[in-house]
């Protein structure tokens, strides 16, 4: 039986954020570390001369939660207690240490996430994530919606998508923005009784473009030469219509081809990256009058092919996508989660996270 829990987030609507980041639009690209000949794991660690792939594919600790996810890992859903992720796999921790987007048809639009340092679930851990809570070493989810009720049971879908920061500054920042000498974390509304954060929150949806970007998948196994599709997903969150820079950056070693659409920049840096560079236009949101029916959100898919060109070193970790964009108070940014790259056979490894591209070069 699916119970409605009405107001549990009370006509809500939120963004989400990442506090770990920032700026910091390109996460180091590495390649996990290989085993050292005594089984442990370093930096300096070179690679063996006859790999061994299942070794190799580790991960060299918690694996993200985007991956988790895309694996069937992990799952997110709204439980009794608020917002529930569960780490459902047998072999892996999946790290839960940034704040994320999560979306769903049937129950409010969330933000949400963490300021501890380091959380990890372990397989078969599950966190309960409450409401509009605040302070060191706590989890806590916000709304994204002003009109959608939460429902207990209601699966959530995530590509990846991190937090705008703006929207971490108020989640995770002391701030008084209503100037009554209030923590407004702390500080009742008068209209609603919800804390004057949530619509802080809102106030910033209602009166910018709000982007958010992730990716259909953001795990794919492959093996040398082989191709598989990449898509970016890109969604206004805000009430208002907006422009905005989407940008992709592709390791030395994964060749990218058939860009569509076609990308404004198509370049190669000095290191070897290929990097991808979008314009793109997407209207305001608009949300129902039914408060058990989803806000409809604009939304476009950027996708290429990738070629795995790479000497096929197990597991390597690429980048995050970002997308910028101006607003009538600043500029913002949100990012993705990392793209990662399995080659665990060679020639004859299997595909996963999508699967391949036969038809394409």
């Known amino acids: 039986m699916i119970l409605s829990l009405l107001l549990a987030c009370p006509n809500t609507s939120t963004d989400k954020s990442d506090t770990a980041g920032g700026d910091d639009a390109w996460p180091e690209w590495e390649e996990e570390a290989t085993a050292d000949d005594d089984g442990t794991a370093g930096e300096d660690s070179a690679l063996p001369e006859e790999i061994e792939w299942v070794e190799e594919c580790e991960p060299d600790g918690c694996i993200e939660l985007a991956e988790a996810v895309d694996r069937g890992f992990a799952s997110v859903r709204y ?16 790290c839960f240490d940034r704040w994320y987007t999560f979306l769903s048809t049937t129950s409010q639009d969330a933000v949400a996430g963490t300021t501890s340092a380091g959380l990890v ?80 929150v809102w106030d910033y949806i209602d009166d910018e473009p709000v982007f958010i970007v992730g990716r259909r998948m953001n795990w794919f196994e492959v093996g040398v030469g082989q191709t598989v599709r990449v898509a970016l997903e890109v969604t206004n969150l805000g009430r208002r219509r907006g422009e905005a820079t989407v940008s992709e950056q592709v390791p030395a070693g994964w060749e990218v081809s058939t860009v569509s659409p076609a990308a404004d920049s198509h370049v190669t840096d000095s290191a070897g990256n290929t990097v991808l560079t979008w314009s793109v236009a997407l209207g305001a949101a608009v949300e129902p009058s039914d408060p058990y029916s989803p806000t409809n959100y604009d939304e476009v898919e950027l996708e290429y092919a990738l070629t795995y060109t790479g000497d096929c070193a197990g597991r390597e970790i690429g980048y995050a996508p970002n997308v910028r964009w101006a607003g009538t108070s600043g500029s913002f940014i949100s ?10 056979g060679g020639e004859e490894g299997g595909l996963g996270g999508g699967g391949g591209l036969g038809g394409l070069p």
């Open 79 to 94: 439980g009794m207690a608020g917002l529930r992720v569960s780490n459902t796999g047998a072999d892996y921790d999946v």
């Open 335 to 344: 990012e993705g989660s990392s793209l990662v790259v399995e080659c665990c």
């Open 121 to 200: 679930l372990e397989p078969g851990d599950t966190l309960d994530i409450p409401y509009a809570t605040w302070g060191s070493d706590v989890e806590s989810w916000w709304c994204v919606e002003h009109n959608q009720y939460t429902s207990s049971g209601s699966d959530y879908t995530f590509n990846g998508s991190r937090a705008p920061t703006r929207v971490a500054t108020y989640t995770n920042d002391s701030c008084d923005d209503d100037r009554d000498g209030h923590e407004d974390h702390s500080d009742t509304s008068s209209i609603d009784g919800l804390p004057e954060t949530q619509h802080s």
